[in-house]
Every structure is written in C-alpha cells, then in structure tokens.
C-alpha cells in the first residue's frame, strides 16, 4: 500500500515530461515550417529579380543604342546643311553667269563688227542691244538702276559730287548723273553719283 503513491507519483512525471516533449515539438515545428516557407519566398523572389534586372538591361541598351543613332543623325544632317551652305556661296551667282553669257556673245559680236567696218551708226545699234538685253538680265535678277535726274536729293541713294546753281530747276534737285546707281532687292549696292542744284 506504502509503494503505490510513489508509482502514481512516478506516472505523473512520466505524462508531464511526454506533454513537455510533446509541446515543445508541437512548438518547434510551425517554427520550422515558417523557416520553410520564407526560405521557398526567397527562392521564388530571386528569379524575378533576375528577371527585372535582364528587362533594365536590355531596356538601357535600346535606349542607348537608339541615341546614339539619334546624334549620328544629327551629324549628318549638321554635314549636310554645311555642304549645302559652302556649295550656295561657291555657285550662287551660277543662275546669274548662265543669263549673262548671251551678253558676253552680243558684245563679242559687236566688237567684231567694230573691227570690220567704219559704218558708226551700226556699232552703236548693236552696242546698243547688248546694253538693253544687259539691263534686262539685270533687273530680272533684282537689280534696279538709280538714275534721278530731276528729283530731289537723297543721301540714303545719292553721293552729291557737286553743287551748281540752275535758276531753271528746283533747289536740292538732281541736274546731272555722273555715274547712275544700282540697288539689289531694295538695298544700296551703289549710290549714284550726282550734281545737286545749289539752293538760293
């Protein structure tokens, strides 16, 4: 009778200590499973990192590829526009030469004649023509003569080279044109060279 409270009290331990083990494996093992499945998270989340960075990549490379060919581009178009600007300033009077060369042949012609014979009045004619067909080519081309007799003094248009009195004509006027004047497109390129009627 004396040995059975030991036993029971035996038994006790015994089923405490299995709750104890039990519990702290029931414990352990949720621990060890959320170990699990943040390691597994980790894993499935570095591919996709992988992933992102390749698409970054590549992405940058187009980017970078695309201006590079940008400024090529614009290199070229920067030559082009040179070439285009130097060919404008060596050729620019081309159009020009091609309509005046039909003068250089009239004139040409006109000295031959010159030479062969004594007859003045034809001389002249066809100096003359190639004076009128020389003009024209000129004022197609935008240039105008200044040649203003008879109107009054302009110093943006005119160079005064002397100052006569003419009781006939208008104080400050124009009486004479030693040298006419030319303008291209509106803008001076000669002044004519004038005598100016002296004012009273």
Not at 67 to 80: C, F, P
Not at 81 to 104: I, M
Not at 119 to 148: D, Q, R, T
Request: hydrophobic share 40%; net charge negative; glycine share 6%.
């Amino acid at each position: 009778m004396g040995n059975e409270p030991e036993s029971e009290k035996q038994d006790d331990e015994l089923h405490k200590n299995e709750g104890s083990e039990s519990g702290q494996s029931s414990s352990a093992e949720p621990a060890d499973s959320e170990a699990q499945s943040e390691a597994q998270q980790a894993d499935a989340e570095q591919p996709i990192d992988a992933e992102d960075a390749s698409d970054e990549a590549d992405e940058l490379a187009k980017v970078k590829d695309q201006l590079l060919r940008t400024i090529a581009e614009m290199e070229n178009v920067r030559r082009r526009s040179q070439r285009d600007v130097e060919n404008a300033h060596k050729f620019a009077v081309e159009k020009l030469l091609g309509d005046l060369l039909p003068v250089l042949d009239s004139l040409e012609k006109a000295e031959e004649v010159a030479k062969e014979t004594d007859n003045a009045a034809s001389m002249a004619e066809g100096i003359s023509l190639s004076l009128k067909l020389f003009v024209g080519i000129l004022e197609k081309a935008g240039v105008a003569i200044i040649h203003p007799v008879g109107e009054p003094f302009d110093p943006q248009l005119h160079e005064a080279m002397a100052m006569v009195p003419n009781p006939d004509a208008e104080p400050n006027s124009i009486m004479d044109v030693m040298q006419r004047g030319y303008t291209l497109n509106g803008r001076l390129v000669r002044a004519a060279k004038v005598i100016v009627v002296k004012g009273e």
